[in-house]
C-alpha cells in the first residue's frame, strides 16, 4: 500500500507549473480622431479582440502571450484603438499532450488577462479617454468552444463527399 501512495506522490511531484516572469511584450496606443474624439455627442461602439500565442523556449519553458485588442469606433471612424501584447515566461513539467494544451490555453491566458486589462485601461486614461472597464475571460469555455469546433470540422471533413 505504502509503495501505491509513493508512485501517486511521485506522479504529482513530477507536474510542476511555474510563472518565471510576467511582462509586457507589446503596446500601442493610437487616437486618430484627435480632439474630435471628445467633442462628439455619439457614443462610441467597442470592440474587443483575443488572441494568444505560444512559443516553446526550451525543454519545459513556453512564452505565452495574450494579444489584446479593443477598438472604439465613433460611426465609422476609431475614436481610438489600443493594442497589448501580454507575455508570460511559464515552466510546465511533467504535463504532456491535450493536458498541457489545456493548460497553455486556459490557465497561462488566465493569469495574463489582467494585467493586459490593465495595462489597457492605464493607457486610455493616459490618453484621456475613460477605462474600458474589460469584463473577465472565461478562457475554459473559449478553449472548449475551439476544441468542439475543431472536432466538428475534422468530421465534416471526414465524411465522404
Known sequence: MSDEKAAATESVNEQQFLIQRVYLKDLSFEA????KAFISKVQPSVDQEL????????????EVVLKLTVTAKIEDDAAFLVE???????????????????????????????????????SLIKGSFPPVMLPPVNFGALFGQAMAEKQTQAEKAAQPH
Do not use: W
Open 84 to 122: 497589448v501584447h501580454q507575455a508570460g515566461l511559464f515552466f510546465i513539467k511533467g504535463i504532456e499532450g491535450a493536458d498541457l494544451t489545456r493548460v497553455i490555453n486556459t490557465v497561462c491566458p488566465e493569469i495574463l488577462f489582467p494585467y493586459a486589462r490593465e495595462a489597457i485601461d492605464s
Open 51 to 62: 488572441a494568444t500565442e505560444t512559443t516553446k523556449i526550451d525543454t519545459d519553458l513556453y
Open 32 to 35: 486618430p480622431m484627435g480632439a
